[in-house]
């Protein structure tokens, strides 16, 4: 069946290339078709192998068997710390100073210039002196007898009473400074008049009927952020009285506070009359 195949696929190819120059190319392809694919399908599965063994023998040169090489002699022991016993540290020694040995030496610190200076004395250098701080032409032990300053150990600061008094301030954050203790009144910013024209452009007197002239004074607080507080009116018209708090409730604006004697913003009463005449 299969030199049928292979005798029909020739005389197709025979066919096909009539006439043709079938030494190369395709004509040369399509013969050795069967070669080619059969090539192949060897070298695929041989490769397919090869990567299928190659980790069984690395694992098995892995996993080989130590070999043991005795060794000649008695076995050494390796004495282990106990955890529990804490390392012994080796004292501290101390050096003791070498005292060099004693050396001619002459002063040779030039004398401070005074207004009357004295001459001092001449003292003849040997050859070998060497210069120091002291006259020592003989080479003599010279004592030393500097004796350190004892440091100063303070205190420290002195410890704060059992119960200490509290400090009351000179102005209590609750407390109204009467007018007689201000330097300085508080005012309303952008001044009084404005303040006035406020208060009467938005003063409501439709529903007020009176021949007279009615009159009123609001009293409230100033306090130290520049709001107001405790409004009250003091008039004869109970009426006439609500509308001028409700008028002064109802400004927008900032006070500046009062100050007192020492320059200190504080809380302060301020009054503000209001007359006014419906015809």
């Known amino acids: 069946m299969k030199h049928l ?3 029909q696929e020739f005389r197709f190819n025979e066919v096909l290339f009539e ?20 090539k192949a399908l060897f070298v695929g599965v041989s490769l397919l ?20 090489v005795p ?11 106990d955890p529990a016993t804490p390392e012994q540290t080796p004292p501290v020694q ?16 030039i004398p401070t210039p005074a207004a009357h200076a004295i001459e001092p004395v001449k003292v003849e250098k040997p050859a070998d002196a060497a210069p120091g701080l002291v006259n020592n032409l003989d080479g003599e032990s010279i004592k030393n007898t500097y004796i350190p300053p004892a440091p100063h ?23 109204i400074v009467d007018a007689e ?11 009084i008049d404005s303040f006035r024209n406020k208060v009467m452009n938005n003063f409501d007197g439709s529903g007020f009927e009176s021949d007279g002239v009615v009159k009123t004074t609001i009293t409230f607080i100033v306090e130290i952020d520049g709001t107001i507080s405790g409004i009250k009116a003091n008039g004869g018209n ?5 509308e001028a708090i409700r008028t002064v409730k109802s400004i927008r604006g900032k006070w500046i506070p009062g100050k007192n004697k020492k320059g200190e913003a504080v809380r302060s009463y301020f009054k503000f009359p209001i007359s006014m005449k419906f015809e």
């Open 94 to 109: 101390i050096v003791k100073p070498v005292t060099p040995p004693n050396t001619k030496q002459y002063d040779s610190q």
């Open 19 to 38: 006439h043709r120059n079938k030494e190369y190319g395709a004509y040369v392809l399509r013969n050795e078709s069967d070669k080619i694919l059969t």
């Open 238 to 242: 109970a009426d006439f009285n609500s």
């Open 153 to 175: 150990i303070g205190t420290g600061p002195a410890a704060p009473p059992a119960n200490p008094q509290p400090v009351q301030p000179a102005n209590p954050g609750n407390s």
């Open 71 to 81: 060794v000649d002699g008695p076995p050494v022991v390796i004495k282990l710390k």
């Open 49 to 68: 192998a090869a990567v299928s063994i190659t980790p069984l023998i690395i694992s098995a040169f892995s996993n080989s068997t130590p070999v043991h």
């Open 181 to 191: 203790a201000l330097s300085v009144e508080a005012n309303f910013v952008g001044g």
């Open 5 to 7: 195949h292979t005798n």
